[in-house]
C-alpha cells in the first residue's frame, strides 16, 4: 500500500500557498468593491458625506482622485498573478501602465485634497504623506521595470499596492467609528493615519520574512507574487 512522504506530509508549503490565495481574494474582493462604490463620486450618484463636501479642494480633485484610485484598485490584485504575467506578458505591461498613470493622478490629486482637508493639521499631514509616498513608490516601481530590475520593480509594486489598498482601511475605519459611536469628525486625523501605516508596515513585514526565509532579496521578491498562480 502506497504512503505519503514524511517531508510531503509535514510541508508547509501547500497550507501557506492556500492562505496566500485566499489572502489575495479577499484583497481583490474588497477592491473591486470599493471601487465600484468610489463610482459615485465621478458619476455624481448619491450624496457626498459632510466631512467628505467640506474639503476646500472638493471640486474637482476629489472625482479625479476617486477616478484614479478606483482604476489602481480594479488592476491592481490581478498583476500579482503569475499566471497572467506567464501568459499573457502584453496584459500584464499594459495594465501595469494604467496602474502606474491612476496612482500618479491619484497621489497628485491627492496632495490637494490633503491640503484641503477641514479636520484638522493631523489628518493633513497623514493624508499628505499617504499620497507623497504612494507617488515615489509608484515612481520607484517604473523605474525599476525601466532599469529591468525585476525583482525590485515588484518589491516597490508590493508597497505601492498596500498603499493604494489605503481606500479600502479608510472605508473599514469609518463605520467602524461610527458603530463605536465615535464622532467621524473626531476620528478623521487617527484614521487619516492607520488606514495606510498598518499596510505599508505589513508589506514591510512580509517583504523581511520572505527575503529572510529564501537568503536573497531577488529570490523572495519573486516567490512572492509567483505564490498565486
Given amino acids: 500500500m502506497a504512503t505519503s512522504s514524511p ?9 501557506r500557498r492556500g492562505s496566500v490565495r485566499i489572502a489575495w481574494a479577499v484583497m481583490a474582493l ?12 465621478v458619476l ?9 463636501a467640506a474639503n476646500r479642494f472638493f471640486d474637482p480633485w476629489l ?13 491592481g490584485p ?4 503569475a499566471s497572467i504575467r506567464a501568459r499573457y506578458p502584453g496584459l500584464h505591461r499594459w495594465a501595469g501602465r494604467v496602474y502606474v498613470a491612476a496612482c500618479l493622478t491619484g497621489g497628485v490629486a491627492g496632495i490637494w485634497l490633503a491640503i484641503g482637508v477641514s479636520t484638522g493639521a493631523v489628518a493633513r499631514y497623514g493624508f499628505l504623506a499617504l499620497a507623497i509616498i504612494w507617488l ?26 498596500a498603499l493604494t489598498l489605503a481606500a479600502v482601511t479608510l472605508r473599514i475605519y469609518l463605520p467602524t467609528a461610527l458603530f ?39 529570490r523572495s521578491a519573486i516567490s512572492i507574487t509567483n505564490i498565486i498562480t
Fill in 7 to 15: 517531508d510531503h506530509a509535514t510541508d508547509p508549503a501547500p497550507a
Fill in 30 to 41: 474588497m477592491s473591486v468593491l470599493v471601487a465600484s462604490v468610489s463610482s459615485r463620486y
Fill in 44 to 52: 455624481g450618484i448619491g450624496t457626498v458625506p459632510g466631512i467628505v
Fill in 63 to 75: 472625482a479625479l482622485h476617486a477616478a484614479a484610485a478606483a482604476s489602481a484598485l480594479l488592476v
Fill in 78 to 81: 490581478f498583476q500579482f498573478l
Fill in 136 to 161: 515615489v513608490s509608484t515612481a520607484l516601481a517604473l523605474r525599476a521595470v525601466l532599469k529591468r530590475d525585476f525583482a525590485g520593480h515588484r518589491r516597490w509594486m508590493i508597497r505601492s499596492f
Fill in 180 to 218: 463605536a459611536g465615535i464622532d467621524p469628525t473626531a476620528a478623521y486625523p487617527a484614521i487619516a493615519w492607520l488606514c495606510w501605516v498598518p499596510n505599508l508596515a505589513a508589506a514591510e513585514l512580509y517583504l523581511s520574512l520572505i527575503s529572510g526565509r529564501h537568503g536573497s532579496p531577488r
